[in-house]
């Protein structure tokens, strides 16, 4: 029997905590033993690169809440500058504990390693001969040094550019005497310089850019005294906004914006911790950002930069071991695309399985006389992207090419710009969505002409068109040439080309139509499953759960008896375990090698296991503001699978998992016995060429 339960703010978890929750997840990789030593100063770089995200978007979004006095609350109750308080607070924290991990523990081991970062005072002469003459050869040419006077203002500051203010005593040729100036350090060069082994004394030393340019910043200022050279960093709001119906071509309003995003108004300032008080409350005034904006950091103040460390040490024994991708058996045995297809639905798995798989069904339809048509969508791609050539191509034979561009994919509408153009120079129709919904399905289809007749073929997936996160996410790509599923993704490629209203689809949920509500009436019909006294189960796994209404039907679903287990990589406003709301729900989020990025809905339904796979995480964005694709995997051997590799090993998983608790944090799901790692089982499942069942049961 269900119970009436009344919800407030103390059941929902805030946004930004909730994202600062996970980012304190992927921190606690980098000190995790069990992973390599170089792997862990790459979580320490994504840290840093997840939290400059956070602060372009999320902490920028805050500060306009704060600056327009906007009083509304979400379900967690919080203010905004109540929220912007705790999110302060506990970023402060975090982030001295980033610097924490890397000056106690990786660095040090890193040293052991014979993996040195050598520091000024510990230069000897032929090291700082070295570094002197690398600063004329490669710096000294190219800085601009700019003192603050009345005629030279304080300088437009890029968004995260290294930067170092110089305190001076003197006066200069003119007779000036600022005393402050202003370096910005080129974005051309490395922001770590490896140094020949002769002159390191080690098989690996680097000397950071910033040392090299504080050891020398004098030369920048014949005659004067240097007081003090302090780096900083400034983060910028680099959210892009148009006026919807003020724009009448998206792609040349949408370029005039780029170049503001570098000079967004100022969100955070990053110093070194030897920055003294007057220079940073200088600093925070020419940013009109105030204490609290402020990051003290003990050491260099853009990490995200030591990420090519990894790739310019040899040293296999510190790295994950190389993984290569199989090949989906189906297409092992049967080399024509098509045929395989139309034999059966292929189901691939990235990373552990190949994502050539998808670019040989383009690359083979730009080839094949048969083929007449192409359709895709791209959110996110590569710079190098072997489909967006293969369409190029194919719009170059005469076929006709159609691509929907989403050029508000945040941080990729440059490149997303660019291939749009060469696409349309090789006669490929481009269109760029709906206005104000951002088209975010992942879709391809084919049209190929067979034995007189047009037979259609789809790629439905969870993730981008990208070959380089291919190998670094999972994520589930489904294809199928069954007549229903086809002429669903036909109908949304229509309405995102043309005009008109949705028809209904067959199998598809779509955003903004008819995805949420679907989604309510699966889990209310568990729910009275349940109620009813029938066994009742729903698993979700996905990248963030936020929307409320969903979260209030799985409150009432767990009520009502129905066993919920939700696998939620980032951020979940939903609080598992509460008495008397959730006792029957477990949230769990794996952090490891790869991002888990696939979104799959898993209901019961009466031992009919309804399974689905989509591009959209339950927020109110995915579900209103986006085209999103929901799609059912029909084939039994394909939906097994899904089950088996997408959820029952990553519920199983005890070494990369964190299981949520009812106030929100998060532990580890370390128990002791036979270690259970999902992304490990799959990478020896694929590895070994074991069948699916073989290799899952050992």
Not at 81 to 88: D, E, H, L, M, N
Not at 173 to 192: D, T
Not at 313 to 324: G, N, Q, S, W
Not at 542 to 561: K, P, T
């Given at each position: 029997m269900s119970r009436a339960i009344k919800l407030n703010s103390e059941h929902f978890v805030n946004r930004e905590l909730g994202l600062l929750a996970f980012n304190k997840r992927v921190l606690a990789q980098a000190e995790d033993e069990r992973v390599p030593l170089l792997e862990r100063l790459k979580f320490l770089c994504i840290f840093s690169s997840n939290m400059d995200e956070f602060f372009e978007v999320r902490v920028a979004g805050i500060k306009d809440q704060i600056k327009y006095n906007d009083q509304q609350t979400g379900p967690d109750g919080l203010l905004p500058k109540q929220a912007f308080a705790k999110i302060s607070a506990e970023a402060h924290i975090l982030v001295d504990h980033q610097y924490k991990i890397l000056n106690e523990v990786v660095l040090p081991k890193l040293a052991e390693e014979n993996i040195h970062f050598l520091r000024r005072t510990s230069w000897n002469d032929a090291q700082r001969l070295w570094i002197r003459e690398f600063f004329f050869r490669e710096l000294m040419p190219i800085l601009t040094p700019i003192g603050l006077d009345p005629a030279h203002p304080f300088p437009r500051v890029l968004n995260k550019s290294l930067n170092f203010a110089v305190e001076l005593d003197g006066k200069d040729a003119f007779g000036r005497n600022s005393g402050i100036a202003i370096v910005q350090a080129p974005r051309a060069l490395p922001r770590v310089i490896r140094l020949p082994p002769e002159i390191a004394q080690c098989d690996h030393g680097f000397v950071f850019l910033s040392s090299i340019l504080h050891a020398h910043v004098n030369e920048l200022f014949s005659g004067m005294t240097v007081k003090g050279c302090y780096q900083f960093r400034v983060t910028r709001d680099s959210e892009l906004t148009l006026d919807d119906e003020e724009t009448k071509d998206l792609k040349i309003a949408l370029q005039g914006e780029l170049s503001h995003r570098q000079f967004g108004d100022g969100v955070r300032l990053e110093v070194a911790d030897n920055c003294p008080a007057e220079m940073s409350h200088f600093l925070l005034g020419q940013f009109g950002l105030h204490k609290e904006?402020?990051?003290?950091?003990?050491?260099?103040?853009?990490?995200?930069?030591?990420?090519?460390?990894?790739?310019?040490?040899?040293?296999?024994?510190?790295?994950?071991?190389?993984?290569?991708a199989s090949k989906a058996k189906e297409l092992v045995k049967e080399s024509d695309v098509f045929k395989a297809i139309r034999k059966q639905d292929i189901l691939v798995h990235h990373p552990f399985q190949s994502f050539?798989?998808?670019?040989?069904?383009?690359?083979?339809a730009a080839e094949d006389p048969n083929v007449l048509a192409i359709k895709q969508t791209f959110y996110r791609t590569s710079a190098d992207s072997t489909l967006m050539k293969s369409l190029i191509e194919a719009a170059k034979r005469g076929k006709e090419v159609t691509v929907v561009v989403e050029l508000f994919a945040r941080f990729d509408e440059e490149a997303n710009i660019n291939w749009a153009a060469k696409l349309e120079d090789a006669g490929a129709h481009v269109v760029y969505g709906v206005v104000g919904h951002k088209t975010h399905a992942k879709m391809a289809m084919v049209i190929r002409r067979e034995d007189g007749i047009l037979r259609r073929y789809a790629h439905l997936a969870t993730g981008n068109y990208h070959q380089r996160t291919a190998k670094l996410y999972t994520d589930f790509g489904l294809f199928t040439c069954n007549e229903q599923i086809c002429a669903d993704v036909n109908d949304v490629f229509a309405q995102l080309t043309g005009l008109g209203k949705s028809n209904k689809l067959n199998h598809l949920w779509q955003s903004p139509f008819t995805l949420h509500s679907n989604l309510i009436k699966a889990i209310h019909k568990e729910t009275e499953l349940a109620k009813s006294g029938k066994k009742a189960r729903i698993i979700a796994k996905m990248n963030a759960l936020l929307e409320s209404d969903v979260i209030r039907a799985l409150y009432e679903a767990s009520c009502a008896g129905v066993e919920i287990d939700l696998l939620v990589r980032g951020v979940c406003a939903l609080k598992p375990g509460v008495l008397g709301v959730s006792e029957n729900i477990r949230v769990r989020s794996v952090v490891g090698r790869y991002l888990e990025h696939t979104r799959i809905f898993y209901f019961l339904n009466e031992g009919e296991e309804n399974v689905y796979l989509s591009s959209a995480d339950w927020m109110y964005r995915n579900f209103f503001k986006r085209i999103e694709v929901c799609f059912p995997i029909l084939d039994p051997k394909a939906k097994k699978r899904v089950i088996q590799e997408g959820l029952d090993i990553y519920l199983k998983d005890n070494v990369n998992a964190w299981e949520m608790m009812p106030d929100s944090t998060y532990q580890l799901a370390h128990k002791r016995g036979l270690q259970n790692s999902a992304q490990q089982s799959l990478m020896q499942l694929y590895g070994q060429d074991l069948p699916v069942q073989e290799a899952l049961k050992s």
């Amino acid at each position: 029997m269900s119970r009436a339960i009344k919800l407030n703010s103390e059941h929902f978890v805030n946004r930004e905590l909730g994202l600062l929750a996970f980012n304190k997840r992927v921190l606690a990789q980098a000190e995790d033993e069990r992973v390599p030593l170089l792997e862990r100063l790459k979580f320490l770089c994504i840290f840093s690169s997840n939290m400059d995200e956070f602060f372009e978007v999320r902490v920028a979004g805050i500060k306009d809440q704060i600056k327009y006095n906007d009083q509304q609350t979400g379900p967690d109750g919080l203010l905004p500058k109540q929220a912007f308080a705790k999110i302060s607070a506990e970023a402060h924290i975090l982030v001295d504990h980033q610097y924490k991990i890397l000056n106690e523990v990786v660095l040090p081991k890193l040293a052991e390693e014979n993996i040195h970062f050598l520091r000024r005072t510990s230069w000897n002469d032929a090291q700082r001969l070295w570094i002197r003459e690398f600063f004329f050869r490669e710096l000294m040419p190219i800085l601009t040094p700019i003192g603050l006077d009345p005629a030279h203002p304080f300088p437009r500051v890029l968004n995260k550019s290294l930067n170092f203010a110089v305190e001076l005593d003197g006066k200069d040729a003119f007779g000036r005497n600022s005393g402050i100036a202003i370096v910005q350090a080129p974005r051309a060069l490395p922001r770590v310089i490896r140094l020949p082994p002769e002159i390191a004394q080690c098989d690996h030393g680097f000397v950071f850019l910033s040392s090299i340019l504080h050891a020398h910043v004098n030369e920048l200022f014949s005659g004067m005294t240097v007081k003090g050279c302090y780096q900083f960093r400034v983060t910028r709001d680099s959210e892009l906004t148009l006026d919807d119906e003020e724009t009448k071509d998206l792609k040349i309003a949408l370029q005039g914006e780029l170049s503001h995003r570098q000079f967004g108004d100022g969100v955070r300032l990053e110093v070194a911790d030897n920055c003294p008080a007057e220079m940073s409350h200088f600093l925070l005034g020419q940013f009109g950002l105030h204490k609290e904006d402020l990051y003290q950091v003990n050491g260099i103040v853009n990490l995200v930069r030591l990420m090519q460390i990894p790739d310019l040490v040899d040293k296999p024994a510190l790295k994950y071991p190389p993984y290569t991708a199989s090949k989906a058996k189906e297409l092992v045995k049967e080399s024509d695309v098509f045929k395989a297809i139309r034999k059966q639905d292929i189901l691939v798995h990235h990373p552990f399985q190949s994502f050539n798989a998808v670019t040989d069904f383009i690359t083979q339809a730009a080839e094949d006389p048969n083929v007449l048509a192409i359709k895709q969508t791209f959110y996110r791609t590569s710079a190098d992207s072997t489909l967006m050539k293969s369409l190029i191509e194919a719009a170059k034979r005469g076929k006709e090419v159609t691509v929907v561009v989403e050029l508000f994919a945040r941080f990729d509408e440059e490149a997303n710009i660019n291939w749009a153009a060469k696409l349309e120079d090789a006669g490929a129709h481009v269109v760029y969505g709906v206005v104000g919904h951002k088209t975010h399905a992942k879709m391809a289809m084919v049209i190929r002409r067979e034995d007189g007749i047009l037979r259609r073929y789809a790629h439905l997936a969870t993730g981008n068109y990208h070959q380089r996160t291919a190998k670094l996410y999972t994520d589930f790509g489904l294809f199928t040439c069954n007549e229903q599923i086809c002429a669903d993704v036909n109908d949304v490629f229509a309405q995102l080309t043309g005009l008109g209203k949705s028809n209904k689809l067959n199998h598809l949920w779509q955003s903004p139509f008819t995805l949420h509500s679907n989604l309510i009436k699966a889990i209310h019909k568990e729910t009275e499953l349940a109620k009813s006294g029938k066994k009742a189960r729903i698993i979700a796994k996905m990248n963030a759960l936020l929307e409320s209404d969903v979260i209030r039907a799985l409150y009432e679903a767990s009520c009502a008896g129905v066993e919920i287990d939700l696998l939620v990589r980032g951020v979940c406003a939903l609080k598992p375990g509460v008495l008397g709301v959730s006792e029957n729900i477990r949230v769990r989020s794996v952090v490891g090698r790869y991002l888990e990025h696939t979104r799959i809905f898993y209901f019961l339904n009466e031992g009919e296991e309804n399974v689905y796979l989509s591009s959209a995480d339950w927020m109110y964005r995915n579900f209103f503001k986006r085209i999103e694709v929901c799609f059912p995997i029909l084939d039994p051997k394909a939906k097994k699978r899904v089950i088996q590799e997408g959820l029952d090993i990553y519920l199983k998983d005890n070494v990369n998992a964190w299981e949520m608790m009812p106030d929100s944090t998060y532990q580890l799901a370390h128990k002791r016995g036979l270690q259970n790692s999902a992304q490990q089982s799959l990478m020896q499942l694929y590895g070994q060429d074991l069948p699916v069942q073989e290799a899952l049961k050992s």
